[in-house]
């Protein structure tokens, strides 16, 4: 089977830029719930409210979500809402701009070094991800 597509899936708290990630060869009710698992896994201790867009694997009824995490969606069509597209904004922008791959294990491993460098920068996804209304939710469950 030849792969045809690189998803990235991440989390990042924009109280601090700390930031959960993982690379699957497709996304469905599967893959996401094992990001789920893996993002509660890295925020152990924490308590997640995860914003999320309405893609289908992250409405399916067969999601597993960890009993730390609950679940809120954006309204249909904001991307600007949505902490994660500025994430990718950032990739797309120092990572792949004006470059080409001849492989997509080339791009894999293009996406690798970026979610890896990030992941020693938080001060750089803080600024980009932590937006008023976060600010103000942040607030009320202080």
Same mark, same amino acid.
Request: charged residues 20%; glycine residues 4%.
């Given at each position: ?14 109280? $601090? ?12 009710? +599967? ?14 201790? $924490?308590?997640? %409210?995860?914003? %999320? ?9 067969? %999601? ?16 600007? %809402?949505?902490?994660? +597209?500025?994430?990718? $904004? ?32 938080? +001060? ?19």
């Amino acid at each position: 089977m030849i792969r045809q597509y690189v998803y990235g899936l991440v989390a990042v708290s924009p109280k $601090d830029g700390r930031h959960s990630s993982l690379i699957m060869p497709w996304v469905d009710a +599967e893959t996401m719930s094992v990001f789920l698992a893996h993002t509660a896994q890295e925020f152990q201790g $924490d308590h997640c %409210l995860m914003f %999320l867009d309405g893609a289908s694997w992250h409405i399916a009824r067969d %999601l597993r979500i960890p009993s730390s995490m609950r679940l809120r969606f954006l309204p249909p069509y904001s991307p600007e %809402l949505n902490p994660v +597209e500025h994430i990718w $904004d950032h990739i797309r922008e120092n990572y792949f701009g004006n470059k080409t791959f001849s492989t997509l294990d080339a791009v894999e491993d293009r996406l690798c070094l970026a979610l890896k460098t990030l992941e020693t920068q938080p +001060e750089i996804l803080q600024p980009l991800t932590s937006f008023p209304w976060f600010n103000a939710l942040s607030l009320m469950y202080n």
